[in-house]
């Protein structure tokens, strides 16, 4: 089944894709930050705040969209809840940044620069299944890989926190280090399960239309 739209509905579709497309640069910036020297990693933050800041006003772009007008193309309540996780996604990804540059850690494992690339795919296929509102089917595919992966980041995400643990990582057994380090580790999680959230979302989106 595909949506039927107005050229005044399609409004709130657009503005949902503008917001959408804030989500792989965040991600492009932040997995530049992981691989980044240390001295590199405070202009990429900022930057990443910038985005943050875009997104903000793109939620509520169209959030206050949604209140002007009488038929929408989603749930009005789907609708509004899909621009706040898609901004609050974009907010994780900024705090995981401005965490990796306080917490001044030389090193980062390599699978922290693997859980970045898990971040950047699910930006990517996030963005796609917005694109594919219309479409629910090829919503779907999209939102069945953004699972897929978001199971690879719980299995490397419990890599991560051995290595941590057993005193294999760049942090070694220095306890601050194990702290920050850790911290980072869940950072990245938590941005991958906000991905998640998103894909949820679009996933009631996908049932209502049939």
Same mark, same amino acid.
């Given at each position: 089944m595909r /949506?039927?739209l107005?050229?005044?509905?399609? @409004? &709130?579709?657009?503005?949902? !894709?503008?917001?959408?497309r804030?989500?792989?640069v965040a991600a492009?910036?932040?997995a530049?930050?992981?691989a980044?020297?240390?001295?590199? @990693?405070t ?6 705040? @910038?985005?943050?800041?875009? !997104? ?7 959030q @206050?969209?949604i209140t002007?007008? /009488? ?8 609708a509004?809840?899909? +621009? ?15 965490h990796?540059?306080?917490?001044r850690?030389?090193t980062?494992?390599?699978d922290? &620069?693997?859980?970045a690339?898990?971040?950047?795919r699910? !930006?990517?296929?996030?963005t796609h +299944?917005i ?10 595919e999209?939102? !069945?890989e953004?699972?897929?992966f ?14 941590i643990?057993d005193?294999s990582?760049?942090a ?5 280090q194990?702290i920050a380090?850790?911290?980072v &580790?869940?950072?990245?999680e938590?941005?991958?399960d ?6 949820s ?5 996908a049932?209502?239309?049939g």
């Amino acid at each position: 089944m595909r /949506f039927r739209l107005t050229p005044r509905e399609d @409004r &709130v579709l657009e503005l949902l !894709a503008a917001l959408t497309r804030h989500l792989p640069v965040a991600a492009d910036l932040l997995a530049q930050l992981v691989a980044v020297d240390p001295a590199g @990693r405070t202009d990429l933050s900022e930057q990443l705040q @910038r985005v943050s800041r875009e !997104a903000g006003e793109a939620s509520r772009a169209v959030q @206050r969209r949604i209140t002007e007008v /009488f038929v929408t193309p989603l749930d009005p309540a789907d609708a509004y809840l899909l +621009a706040t996780r898609l901004a609050d996604c974009v907010d994780h990804l900024d705090e995981a940044g401005e965490h990796i540059v306080l917490y001044r850690l030389e090193t980062l494992p390599a699978d922290v &620069v693997r859980q970045a690339g898990i971040i950047q795919r699910c !930006a990517e296929l996030a963005t796609h +299944a917005i694109a594919e509102l219309r479409d629910p089917q090829r919503m779907r595919e999209a939102l !069945a890989e953004i699972n897929r992966f978001s199971g690879e980041g719980d299995a490397l995400h419990r890599t991560l926190l051995r290595s941590i643990f057993d005193g294999s990582s760049p942090a070694g057994t220095d306890p601050i280090q194990v702290i920050a380090l850790k911290g980072v &580790v869940d950072d990245l999680e938590e941005c991958i399960d906000a991905h998640r959230s998103v894909a949820s979302v679009l996933e009631t989106i996908a049932l209502r239309a049939g």
